[in-house]
């Protein structure tokens, strides 16, 4: 079996670039596809505030109340702008597009690497907790944690690398499952808190004042906390193009519907919380959305099946960042912001170094951290936010440019989500610091730098090689320099075919001793093959020293304007086993010439039978 | 800092080939080089002999006396033996080299495999052994012994990276001291033997009949345990040309100095432990001579001394194996028995392919079996005593043939060991066949299957690439494809080369829709860098298949007369990482092209500024 059909088996037969129209997802399938990882935060959202206010006490829990109803204004204002960002920025891109054409490419680069960042976050954070939700029924699969982790994180890079559309299949019913289930828990915990019927035995309450022992700072950071709940909106916006015609319109609908959700989930399992007074467990045994399920329903078949599809979307949401990392970088790519390759498409159509990075960059993160999802959290979020905040106020300054009709109130709008957003950053970045922001903060101007660096190689790669269509083709004449190693066929063969291109041939031999040199130099002599001859007499055992040194000889005495060409003979086995038995240096040697002289060095095959 | 320096930090500088008379040995450093295996031997040799009369009862000790009379007897034998061989093969090889030239190519290679697997071996066994002594002395590093015993094999690798005469500096002072200590150990021992002084409380007799309960078999048995102390002796006769000037004579007396060395403390040993009346301990946990030494010093320094020692020789004689593997196997691959490049000496001098191989083929084993080294001593000495009784047996055919002076005698001593050792083969394949035995008897066929066909396939090349010298040079043209991914100063100099060369030269470009085919066609003809140019248009994103084919079709048209050559250009970046940037497909397109086509591949080099 070839390399190329074990390929073929594993990721499909290769499309052709007109398949890419089919490649192309449906709203049902782009759900499923780009929310996953917005969705699966809302099984954590409410816990993440609740966990917060509870270090002060549980009698602030009430608080929760006015901090879901403010970040389901987030959400709303959100999905307000990206619909705005998916109007003026048709192409994909997000808020890298966004902050470069508002901005400037600096910022635009900013947006880009937080949000990469912020995609390998999510890979890890979201696999580890998927595999925590396994080993809590598991115990016994506590020490496989990480093996596992990454098994699935290579699993979705297999079924990405097999292209979008197929993953989509995959990845649809688990969360199409998520969303059934929690719209049945809110509808059924939402009738009963109004009908006071079932396990409701509070009353939720809005607080009006600020009681003794609260603070304004605990309160932004429960809120900071559960914003948690809003990343991954952004995705949609990422991924215009790669929604079927029309694309615009459906990604606003698709982001129109995922905002609605967002908030129906979240405000209600929050609102739930409240009225089946659920207090958090700190030591992360039973979630809240597991404690609100069992008031709502007991501990039957359809809490377990919610348990299922929760840990299913968990683990899914890894494969938004499968979608929006490649994506992302691929268009970074074109502008030159990331290494060419990664806006190269494989044979599926997938951006296979987009993907496959991603795989390798999250399972390090999974080995680093040892699938602790807690010890992963703080580093997360923090790019989401500094890229909504870029977008957003880009966006202010292109309608503050354009002045388009309304534009006063469409910039208020992205202006009020700037200012928020920004808010969320400096909180999150104050707040969690000390638990591991800081890696976030040190390695994003670093790999500005990078980025910088890599866009600048390619600008002056692109000046070097400009060319004006009225330049002449300089006329160059070459020497053809063959080291032989003895007289046989290859040296024969290797030695016509220098001979049909140029008269300025010579033959290269390095002796270990000076009887061989005469004995070759005789042998030479008497076969006469009409090419000089070099011996050199070497005291070390190597050709690559000598050859070096030869090639300089020989540019000191034609001078520049000849270009030397070296032939090396390569034997290519029949079978690939026999490869390890030849041409052990023939590779060193080429990579070593190249890189340090200014030669063609040209492989001259020689097959061999058996 | 570059590669090239960093390996001379750590290797030292090259040396020149005439500096090899300085690296060959001095007898004192050849002494402890070469026979450090045999030598630590004679640590278990003892309580090999007396565990296996356990079996049948206490009272079977005193057979140990016997045993051991006639495993010195064998010594003497295999020492005037190998100094025979020494005599008769003054070019090192040792049994592989004595069976092939008198028993035919095919034992040769049977003695070769039988030796490498053992030294092989030799490695795990005495590498686990020491790393055991360490971890008997401190039990916490009993989880670390796997990688502990990869730290002391690839420090190994190391030193004799560095060549052989500074890893004999290194080496040398360990064994002496444990040859010291044993001498002084089997003196004192004997004297209180002899003056009834001491710990001695037992008569030391020679039993005259079989007792009931005591089989031949559980002698023999025991008598092929105990022969573990006579492997590595012919490590010195396979290192003939490395020690010094006069070479054969100083290895002959190495020879005598190691076979009465052994003789001397094997022979003392076994019989103090009769004087002392010692019973081996099954659990393993204190050794015979651990107990020989506690009778005769109580447990004092020097006692500690001579378990330092133990364990240090113990370790060192896998030294033996790193000099005899590669030696063996640069005499192999001479004869094309073996991959050409385990004769290529390195900078140092060393055969770095034999010695990295060994490493790794030893650190498997390690690996494998968990450095426990009862589980690999039963695969140990079956192909030592396979190589011995080649060697005895060829020597014999040797003298027959060539019936010099007093040939009849050294035919008998030869004979006489051939059979001794030929039986130990037996006993031992039958004895421990099922305590793992039966690996080497499987893999050494297949290796010995592998090395054939190695030696074949160089044997078809050799055919392959035979030229008469009388043999003219045929004439060929040549057809050069360039292919273009667009106009620009690399593509515009690679034109202007192959022009130089030859006037049949095609640009070849590959557009991915029919618009920019049409483009790059009316761009060419604007440039007309007077080369045809023919343009592909490729419904999927790849490079290769249309080269491939049209490759195919210019062969069609030209025939098999015409050569055909690939210019593919190639970026050569000032910093390293900025290769990262570029070519990513370069490497593959060549090696596809080769291996696919008949056609010459030339590098051209466009050597970037930054």
Redesign the interface.
Known sequence: MTSQSIKRLLLGR?L???EAEAEKMPMWKALPILSSDALSSVAYGTEMILLELATVGAFAFSFSIPIAIAIVLLIAILIISYRQVIDAYPQGGGAYMVAKENLGMMWGRLAGVSLLIDYTLTVAVSISAGVLAITSAFPSSVPYVVPIGLIFTWFMVWMNLRGTSESGNVFALPTYLFIFCMLILVGKGLFDWLTGAGHVTHQVTVPTGLPAGLTWFVLLKAFSSGCSAVTGIEAISNAVPHFRNPSQKNAKRTMLTLGILLAVIFGGVTVLSRAYDIHPDPTGTKSVLSMVTEDAFGRGGFFYIIQFATMAILVLAANTSFNGFPILSSIMAQDKNM???FS??G?RLAFNYGIITLGILSSILLITFRGRTEALIPLYAIGVFLSFTMAQIGLVLKWRREKSAGWQRKAFINGLGGFVTFCVVIIFSITKFEEGAWIVVVITPLLLWLITK?SK??D??AK????E?T?P??????VIIVPVAG???????T???A????PNVVAFYVA??PEDAKKMEE?WE??N??VRLVVVVS????LIKPLVEFIGRVEHRYGKDK?L?VLLP???THKWW?R???N?SAFRI?ALL??RK????????F????
């Open positions: 290769p052709k670039t007109s290494p060419r390759m190269n498409r044979d890599i190689h390619y002056n790669v070097q090689l400009k060319v269509l330049e083709i300089p006329t160059t004449e070459t007289i046989h066929k290859v040296v024969l063969s030695i016509a075919y001979k049909a291109l140029t270990f001793s042998k008497q076969w093959p009409g005291r070390y055992r190597t270009k060409t390569q034997f290519i026999h390890l038995l030849h052990q080429r190249l890189n200014d030669v063609v060095v040209s492989t001259v095959p097959h061999l039978n058996d």
